[in-house]
């Protein structure tokens, strides 16, 4: 092998060693579809029942991730107390905690996902480790050696395995004053746990890769449906986009009836000068996003802008509001919210077709989730009519 063959090859291989030479240098082309929305047929109402679990002595209201998950045939739900580094395990059914596994100090900033008993992930800054109720680590993968992104497990951005691969949100750190730097951010990260490597997926959409809307509009989130896919949600597009994370890369119309005028970007003045939250609150946006294996439907939340006026006067409130869409894509109803209800991370499902959502937040003394369900207005089939590439913004 010649000298210049050699000198490739070593070029080659460390731009696929760090993280910032990827990805290709245009966005993943989208296909739009739009289906006429509906916003009048459908809404989420709380119903009276609610699911209160009882924080004891030693035990914090501050819950950074929780899921529901089962272990050998009876439901459970995990939360992870991030002020007493506490993973608290409550049986659903009884309400009645049943086990409190106080984590390591390297995981006072980490995230967790129960799978059952035997199998619990965490992941902090540098690692992710897979251990039992009994604090014994089974295994552990090294994170990503870059310094500007981190793994990361929320409701926002939940963990998904399948196939023994653990797929996480990747976190943006010290992106949002640089285009280059967006164009180069992939958001998902599956880690093999047969061979512990690790491999980036997906890109931001094309409006990210022309403009900049600053640190709270990088706040993505995503579910996967029952195809197995993952649907997008970002806080400057109105659109949302399913993928496979290889060659399906939908974008389907999702705006909220309440948005006026286009979203438009922050100023990289506003940026460099710190203003950018302030920019974002002037701004609608968009939420979490998740799915109902249930009913099969999609709620994507959304927030309205506020004025100038109430921001200096520290009236940060939003109005808030519910986008639910059917399985097909078709927006077929959108709610205000209660501030009661406007927990836009803290919703989960259960195999019975229950909807909860956390309320309360402040009550030191139990962690409240309200139950809800779909209040029918109508029956409405829509369909697609319009299947054309996703035009610009």
């Known amino acids: ?214 640190y709270s509009f990088l706040e993505y989130s995503y579910c996967i449906n029952d195809r197995g896919n993952f649907v997008f949600s970002f806080p400057a597009d109105t659109n949302i986009y399913e993928t496979n994370l290889a060659d399906l890369n939908n974008a389907y119309y999702a705006k909220s009836k309440f948005q006026s005028g286009p979203i438009l970007p922050v100023s990289q003045n506003a940026i460099d000068s710190g203003e950018s939250r302030r920019e974002y609150y002037l701004r609608d946006a968009y939420g979490t996003i998740y799915y109902d294996p249930y009913q099969k439907r999609y709620l994507r939340f959304a927030k309205q802008k506020i004025t100038k006026a109430n921001y200096l006067a520290k009236k940060k409130e939003r109005e808030r509001s519910l986008i639910i869409l059917n399985e097909d894509f078709k927006v077929i109803g959108e709610s205000a919210l209660s501030d009661e209800l406007a927990a836009f991370k803290s919703i989960f499902f259960t195999p019975d077709g229950g909807i909860y959502i956390r309320t309360k937040s402040e009550d030191e003394q139990a962690i409240h989730f309200a139950r809800l369900e779909y209040s029918d207005k109508q029956h409405h089939a829509g369909q697609l009519t319009l299947n054309k590439p996703l035009p610009p913004k």
């Open 1 to 214: 092998m010649n000298r210049y063959a050699l000198y490739t090859g070593f070029i080659i291989a460390s731009c696929l060693a760090i993280w910032g030479c990827q990805p290709s240098p245009e966005p993943m082309a989208s296909t739009y579809k739009f289906i006429e929305p509906s916003y009048d047929n459908i809404e989420l109402e709380p119903q009276g029942d609610s699911l209160h679990f009882a924080l004891d002595t030693s035990s914090y209201n501050e819950i950074r991730t929780f899921n529901y998950f089962t272990h050998k045939g009876k439901p459970y739900i995990g939360l992870f107390d991030k002020r007493a580094r506490n993973l608290v395990v409550y049986d659903f059914t009884t309400q009645q905690l049943v086990d409190k596994i106080h984590l390591k100090r390297r995981f006072a900033k980490g995230y967790t996902y129960v799978v059952n008993f035997d199998s619990i992930f965490v992941v902090n800054d540098k690692q992710l480790f897979l251990q039992d109720t009994a604090n014994s680590i089974k295994d552990t993968i090294d994170l990503f050696e870059a310094q500007n992104a981190k793994a990361i497990i929320n409701n926002e951005t939940p963990a998904v395995l399948r196939n023994n691969v653990l797929y996480t949100g990747v976190q943006p750190i010290n992106m949002e004053s640089s285009i280059k730097a967006q164009r180069r951010w992939n958001v998902v990260c599956g880690f093999d746990l047969s061979n512990n490597t690790k491999k980036l997926y997906y890109q931001l959409p094309a409006l990210y890769w022309k403009d900049l809307y600053g």
